[in-house]
């Protein structure tokens, strides 16, 4: 609520107009001038944020509800409107339009309570002085369907791709 809405509707009270002004810290010219703006309607800045509210809600409702901010702006702008991220994100929240956020990962891996830690094997010396001494690896993750292992510090490899290359010679 702007100030002007709250002097108005402390006016509508039966409040003095001087009175609501200077508690609300605007000066009464400015208030009446906002009555006359406001008599006189929308503003075609306002018209035209209607106007984009009502294509976000349309867009949003036929995404099911699952269009955000990062998804709702490109789409205003496929349609021709010249928007940012940060107006459609402030139009949103202004009408309670949310999209569909994206779950929290969850911990697949709880070690055991009474489990012993694990051996130091290279007891903390990391560079062994020679090659071929301690080998060292640590799998980031395995995606079954695509058949391919991540090892950090090496280079991605699939073993679909190096079976089919076996296929073809």
Known sequence: MTRYRWVAARRAEGFPTRD???VADV?????YDWCVREAAGPTSAQQAEAVLV???GRIHAESDGTY????????????????NHKRVARLMRLHGIVG?????????????QDAPP???????RFDPGQPDVAWVGDIERHEALSNR???????????AADW??????
């Open 164 to 169: 089919l290359k076996l296929t073809a010679a």
């Open 149 to 159: 292992a991540v090892v950090k510090g090496h280079s991605c490899w699939s073993v």
């Open 27 to 31: 000066s009464t010219s400015a208030f």
């Open 20 to 22: 609501a002004c200077e």
């Open 54 to 56: 009502a294509e976000i």
């Open 100 to 112: 569909v956020h994206k779950p929290a990962k969850v911990r697949t891996t709880i070690p055991a």
């Open 68 to 83: 955000g901010e990062p998804r709702m702006t490109p789409e205003l702008r496929s349609l021709g409107h010249a928007v």
């Open 118 to 124: 694990l051996p130091d094997l290279v007891g903390r």
